[in-house]
Protein backbone atom coordinates (compact mmCIF):
# COMPACT_ATOMS: atom_id res chain seq x y z
CA UNK A 1 0.00 0.00 0.00
CA UNK A 2 2.58 2.69 1.19
CA UNK A 3 4.74 1.49 -2.31
CA UNK A 4 1.29 2.56 -4.24
CA UNK A 5 0.41 5.82 -2.64
CA UNK A 6 4.43 6.53 -3.02
CA UNK A 7 3.96 5.98 -7.17
CA UNK A 8 0.79 7.88 -7.21
CA UNK A 9 3.15 10.94 -5.30
CA UNK A 10 5.33 10.82 -7.65
CA UNK A 11 3.44 10.17 -10.90
CA UNK A 12 0.80 13.42 -9.80
CA UNK A 13 4.20 15.60 -8.82
CA UNK A 14 5.28 14.67 -12.99
CA UNK A 15 2.09 15.45 -14.01
CA UNK A 16 1.96 19.08 -11.78
CA UNK A 17 5.23 20.30 -13.28
CA UNK A 18 4.75 23.61 -15.33
CA UNK A 19 6.67 24.08 -18.82
CA UNK A 20 8.89 27.29 -18.78
CA UNK A 21 7.38 29.69 -20.58
CA UNK A 22 9.39 31.79 -23.17
CA UNK A 23 7.57 35.60 -24.38
CA UNK A 24 8.74 38.65 -26.59
CA UNK A 25 8.03 41.92 -25.64
CA UNK A 26 8.62 44.88 -28.48
CA UNK A 27 9.35 48.64 -27.72
CA UNK A 28 9.97 51.83 -29.48
CA UNK A 29 13.59 52.85 -28.67
CA UNK A 30 13.18 56.01 -30.74
CA UNK A 31 11.64 57.06 -33.98
CA UNK A 32 14.22 54.69 -35.84
CA UNK A 33 14.63 51.76 -33.69
CA UNK A 34 12.76 48.67 -32.43
CA UNK A 35 13.94 46.55 -29.61
CA UNK A 36 12.80 42.91 -29.38
CA UNK A 37 13.63 41.60 -25.52
CA UNK A 38 12.88 37.61 -25.21
CA UNK A 39 12.27 36.44 -21.66
CA UNK A 40 12.44 33.34 -19.88
CA UNK A 41 9.85 32.23 -17.20
CA UNK A 42 10.03 29.70 -14.53
CA UNK A 43 12.90 27.41 -16.51
CA UNK A 44 13.98 24.56 -13.88
CA UNK A 45 17.95 24.32 -13.73
CA UNK A 46 18.49 26.32 -17.05
CA UNK A 47 21.94 26.14 -18.21
CA UNK A 48 21.62 26.47 -22.02
CA UNK A 49 19.55 27.93 -24.33
CA UNK A 50 18.81 28.69 -28.38
CA UNK A 51 16.43 30.45 -30.21
CA UNK A 52 15.76 31.83 -33.81
CA UNK A 53 14.27 35.69 -34.41
CA UNK A 54 12.95 35.61 -38.21
CA UNK A 55 12.22 38.84 -39.17
CA UNK A 56 11.88 40.72 -42.64
CA UNK A 57 15.24 42.41 -44.14
CA UNK A 58 12.92 44.61 -46.35
CA UNK A 59 11.78 46.11 -43.21
CA UNK A 60 14.56 46.33 -41.00
CA UNK A 61 18.24 46.01 -40.07
CA UNK A 62 19.82 44.69 -36.97
CA UNK A 63 21.51 47.76 -35.28
CA UNK A 64 22.65 45.44 -31.90
CA UNK A 65 21.84 41.49 -30.62
CA UNK A 66 22.61 39.65 -27.78
CA UNK A 67 21.80 37.89 -24.82
CA UNK A 68 21.82 41.56 -22.55
CA UNK A 69 21.69 44.76 -23.33
CA UNK A 70 23.90 46.03 -20.54
CA UNK A 71 24.46 49.72 -21.84
CA UNK A 72 20.26 50.05 -21.01
CA UNK A 73 20.69 48.25 -17.93
CA UNK A 74 19.11 44.90 -19.51
CA UNK A 75 20.74 41.78 -17.25
CA UNK A 76 20.74 38.57 -18.61
CA UNK A 77 19.16 35.64 -16.82
CA UNK A 78 22.08 33.18 -16.74
CA UNK A 79 24.15 36.06 -16.00
CA UNK A 80 22.18 36.63 -13.08
CA UNK A 81 23.14 33.46 -11.14
CA UNK A 82 27.04 34.65 -10.65
CA UNK A 83 28.22 32.11 -12.93
CA UNK A 84 29.96 32.42 -15.77
CA UNK A 85 28.18 32.77 -19.29
CA UNK A 86 29.01 32.04 -22.72
CA UNK A 87 26.78 34.18 -25.26
CA UNK A 88 26.34 33.01 -28.89
CA UNK A 89 24.91 35.58 -31.45
CA UNK A 90 24.81 34.57 -35.46
CA UNK A 91 23.53 36.61 -37.88
CA UNK A 92 22.20 35.32 -40.69
CA UNK A 93 19.44 36.81 -43.38
CA UNK A 94 16.08 37.45 -42.02
CA UNK A 95 17.52 35.37 -38.87
CA UNK A 96 19.45 36.16 -35.96
CA UNK A 97 20.09 32.87 -33.78
CA UNK A 98 20.99 33.75 -29.50
CA UNK A 99 22.29 31.03 -27.31
CA UNK A 100 24.01 30.87 -24.16
CA UNK A 101 25.22 28.32 -21.77
CA UNK A 102 26.67 28.46 -17.96
CA UNK A 103 30.29 27.61 -17.59
CA UNK A 104 29.99 24.10 -14.37
CA UNK A 105 27.70 21.80 -13.39
CA UNK A 106 26.08 23.66 -10.17
CA UNK A 107 21.77 23.52 -11.23
CA UNK A 108 20.99 27.20 -11.21
CA UNK A 109 17.31 26.81 -9.53
CA UNK A 110 14.56 28.37 -11.22
CA UNK A 111 15.51 31.05 -13.76
CA UNK A 112 13.75 33.95 -14.86
CA UNK A 113 14.32 36.64 -16.92
CA UNK A 114 15.96 38.44 -20.05
CA UNK A 115 17.42 35.85 -22.82
CA UNK A 116 18.02 37.90 -25.65
CA UNK A 117 17.92 41.27 -26.97
CA UNK A 118 17.50 42.63 -30.24
CA UNK A 119 17.50 46.43 -31.70
CA UNK A 120 16.05 46.64 -35.37
CA UNK A 121 16.41 50.18 -37.51
CA UNK A 122 13.71 50.66 -39.76
CA UNK A 123 14.18 50.97 -42.87
CA UNK A 124 11.09 52.32 -43.86
CA UNK A 125 7.16 52.59 -43.77
CA UNK A 126 6.91 48.30 -44.20
CA UNK A 127 5.54 47.03 -40.81
CA UNK A 128 8.25 44.36 -38.97
CA UNK A 129 7.52 40.77 -38.59
CA UNK A 130 9.16 39.14 -36.02
CA UNK A 131 9.17 35.31 -35.05
CA UNK A 132 10.76 33.24 -32.30
CA UNK A 133 11.62 30.08 -33.70
CA UNK A 134 11.91 26.72 -32.36
CA UNK A 135 13.33 27.16 -28.72
CA UNK A 136 15.48 25.01 -27.16
CA UNK A 137 16.33 25.00 -23.02
CA UNK A 138 18.64 22.47 -21.39
CA UNK A 139 19.27 21.73 -17.79
CA UNK A 140 22.33 21.77 -15.57
CA UNK A 141 21.99 17.73 -16.86
CA UNK A 142 21.72 18.53 -20.30
CA UNK A 143 18.07 17.33 -20.32
CA UNK A 144 15.36 19.28 -22.54
CA UNK A 145 13.31 21.42 -20.48
CA UNK A 146 9.50 21.87 -21.57
CA UNK A 147 8.85 25.06 -23.17
CA UNK A 148 5.96 27.06 -24.02
CA UNK A 149 6.33 30.22 -26.14
CA UNK A 150 3.81 32.10 -24.85
CA UNK A 151 3.92 35.61 -27.74
CA UNK A 152 5.54 34.25 -31.14
CA UNK A 153 5.24 36.42 -33.33
CA UNK A 154 4.28 40.27 -33.35
CA UNK A 155 4.13 42.92 -36.23
CA UNK A 156 4.66 46.54 -35.49
CA UNK A 157 3.15 49.18 -37.24
Known amino acids: MFLMVSLIAILLSIVQTEAATLSMQVDQVSTSQIRA???VAGAKDLDSYSFPLYYDTAAAQISF???SQPSHEIANAL???GRQT???VKRDSGMVTISATLVGDDAPGIVNGVVGVVVFT???ETPLSLRIGEVTLLDHARRTIECTVVNPGVKTK
Open 37 to 39: IVS
Open 79 to 81: ETT
Open 122 to 124: IKG
Open 86 to 88: IPM
Open 65 to 67: AGI
